[in-house]
């Protein structure tokens, strides 16, 4: 069972976290030492191995969450609000300039290479990005049939399901291309696709 952290604990847990992550992203996590952590953070062994009892094992599926969550922190505030197409288009734009920034390196990739993807943690991490984005997507979809900026035939559950594939796919490209087209050119065909559906309704 999971001790309850009092708030200066969870203060600190989080401190080595984003410590933790800011190691992982300069060196790459193969070369990243607990060592180098404590270094970081200004923490001892002592108060590490009090926050992540399994050592770095414990502390690489905490920086994978931090790094999934900041996937979604990072297509904000335009991903909880995808109420209009100028609102759709930002979205749009700010994926794309966030997987270029990113490039061919990918923390949580990464990470969770480290961890095992199978493994029930780093699956539950994967799992509940999936689940976040595909329904801030559906919510965008939904709202905007309630419009009549998106047709109302459309299966908001499904089209999100397929949008959140794509871009899956060209980030998956990029990764082994260094190309950004494909990922820019699912959202577009799929925005416009959206769009269209209504203009012929």
Known sequence: MTRALTRK?????????AGAAAEIRERGVDEVRLEDVMAHTG???????????DGKEGLLLAVAQ?????VLIDQEPMLSNLTSWPV?????DRLIERY??????CPLNGLLGQTGRRAPGAQAIVTGLMWRWQKAITEGI??????GDIAPDVDADRAAAALLAGIQGGVLLLLSTGK??????VLDLTIDSLRAGAQTA
Request: aromatic share 10%.
């Open 9 to 17: 604990g969870a203060a600190t847990r989080a401190r080595i976290v």
């Open 88 to 92: 759709w288009l930002a979205w749009r």
């Open 180 to 185: 950004i087209d494909h990922l820019e050119a």
């Open 43 to 53: 923490t001892s062994k002592g108060q590490l191995f009090h926050y992540f009892p």
């Open 142 to 147: 939904r709202s905007m049939q309630s419009t």
């Open 100 to 105: 270029l920034a990113q490039g061919v390196k």
């Open 66 to 70: 931090h790094e999934a969550d900041q």
